[in-house]
DNA sequence: GATGAATGAGTATTCATTCAT
DNA sequence: GATGAATGAATACTCATTCAT
């Protein structure tokens, strides 16, 4: 919040991923950091994790985090990160969007989004719940990535509609509902425990898909 | 140490909602309080907001304050009670579960449910966002109520079932489903500012009734 | 410690006591208050009670309390008198200081000394812990106080040593540890549990008498 | 939610003492934070010492204090150790136990005792006051420890008894006695300012003694 | 005299962040 | 880069006392 401080502040602004981001050994170490933060965020929340308490998950001295990062505030955005982009990375990868035919199209999205979705629940439901801590520059960036994805769907829905083979109202209101519904594990899964994994995302499948599809009214 | 306070710690175990409750002025004041912190929770979320906020809001003298309440987190408790009953107080006095149609009982449920879920969405999402704070014991009766309503639903939902209006495989699951879809619009709000409330609200409808009826697959 | 306020300030200086001071009203109700508030203070310590304990115990409103007494130093000051006054009124009474007999004015007074302490042992522990508090003016007239017990002792003592009855080097070093070694019980209760009262009673007249008659050296 | 702190606790198991444990700089910091706190607590009194005083009065920063100590409580059980060790180890440095002729060996005892309270007068007070602030857990290391020096005069005491130097009727309760008037200067100086040092002990000696050996009754 | 709400200064403790070494 | 002590502002909560009614 404070400044724009010397370099490192390239936090929220970041994404270098160049090929040696990786053999850098500070990007290295903020990774470790950002990695047991969110652990702790997700267990006892942004406010009641201190940055002793990172620094003793980390095994980094409380003053030397500060050379790797430049607030709490900051781990938090960094955490924030890299949720979406995988998201995106795969539907690129895969082709989805040139595929014909729009049922396979979107059972695949829907039925993948689901299970990385379900792999991270934890970190889904830690970003629900801390994105008013985020500085509102950052709180757009993600946003913006949200809207990404369901953009995406809403292209999907679009398509399925125009071939008659969905039928929607709004397409954009559909992708919203859509891509809101794949977050119904992380949020409620205190009361879904009595399914399996496979179970769930069969169910949740289902259901997402059905709403989409169906022409009942 | 402590002592037994005195009366007051009736936050947990319930308001007397007497008829007198409204006339006793401290109980007026008290629930200035809850109003008052509660519109702060939901602007600044719970950990950020200070008892020294609550007092200034409410006018109230900070150490005066504490003549009302037992400490913060049983404000946030005392914001956390009737979001729920009036729910299910409307299901019983609109005698929904006598009605014989399945699919007019749902529409009506549906229906209501998104308008009144509409109309207090800032605490809907102050509640998603700061149930972790929360003592276990309330915590606990928090879900247990939200339970209430998803059992509500799966009857409603078991019941179309059964007379093959609805075409649901898992009751139990739909249920969870519906109801966290009511929660759409508090949860993504950001994203649907173009849609008046009409409009929401029947394009919600819409969709959620679509998947309990259709028999597509 | 504020001022010399109105007219209910005697506490300190008071010491009424005319035929009618406990038909006052008033006076009962100062006198219930110190009291409760005495066996308090011997409870949790002085600074650990409030004025809201002291409330509560006397059910007398908080507010009102403060038409009987100033403050809650006041209290204190009020609970430390009256400990000394009958002592010295038993001495008066009992005619202890006509007696011939040096050995039997000692014993007699030693012992029922013993007996007075044994039974408010509780509020000399108080008063030993508490004395700090005390506003200056009303500690010198304790010590005064406690200052004309040894006295009495130390007049009992040189008569005796006078006699060749009393060996001692110093009659009034030799008072000041009698009416010291009077308080042992309150202050060591808790390793003297194992002795009955009368047992502790004739074993501490034993001790504190021998020094003062014999002649070893 | 605490968390387990650090090694930093271990004030009640007791201040490791290893060879280095002088040399270490912080215990070092810690040392003089017990010691400028307890002479506020000897001033003061513990309830009316804040934790600013302490940070004044030991020119370390209020929040810095606290990578020292626990809490207040922590810093009174810290001043409170230490004061019966260097009394028990006299005994045992001084082979006291071994001594053949009772009298001797209860004259030095006694002797040593009163000089090393005399010296320390101010925190023996200041231990009489505070004591029931402390913890249950550590009140009763303290009392143990009180104990332990009775014990030892008890034996000196039935030894010579045994031996029919001494002439006690119950050796237990005339080591409490001894043990008592050994403070009588901490608690009394307020009387006794007009003894020199010297003559304080030696009538205090005599005075104890005395009605050990004696035979009069 | 009685009530209970009001006041405001104070309390121990915490914590993100900085800095000298 | 690493360390751990230092900083100072903030936090929830308390309490003796006052005051309007």
Not at 52 to 60: G, V
Request: some cysteine; charged content about 30%; proline content about 4%.
């Amino acid at each position: 919040m404070k400044q724009a401080k010397t370099v490192k502040r390239n936090s929220v602004g970041r994404t270098p991923k160049t090929a040696g981001a990786f053999s850098d050994p500070a990007e290295k170490r903020r990774l470790l950091i950002v990695k047991k933060a969110t652990r702790l965020f997700i267990k006892k929340g942004y406010s009641q994790t201190t940055m002793r308490d990172i620094a003793r998950a980390t095994n980094i001295n409380l003053g030397n985090l500060y050379n790797y990062i430049d607030s709490k505030e900051d781990i938090l955005c960094l955490s924030f990160e890299d949720y979406h982009d995988p998201a995106m990375e795969w539907f690129e990868r895969e082709g989805i969007m040139k595929l014909d035919d729009p049922r396979q199209q979107l059972e695949k999205s829907v039925r993948r989004m689901l299970v990385m979705i379900y792999d991270v629940m934890n970190e889904i439901l830690m970003m629900y719940r801390e994105t008013r801590v985020l500085p509102p520059k950052f709180l757009k960036i993600v946003l913006q990535k949200e809207n990404d994805l369901i953009s995406v769907f809403e292209k999907i829905i679009a398509g399925g509609a125009a071939k008659k083979v969905f039928h929607v109202r709004d397409p954009f209101f559909a992708a919203n509902m859509l891509v809101f519904q794949l977050s119904l594990f992380p949020l409620r899964s205190w009361n879904l425990k009595k399914y399996t994994r496979e179970e769930y995302l069969d169910l949740a499948q289902e259901t997402i898909i059905k709403a989409i599809i169906s022409d009942a009214g």
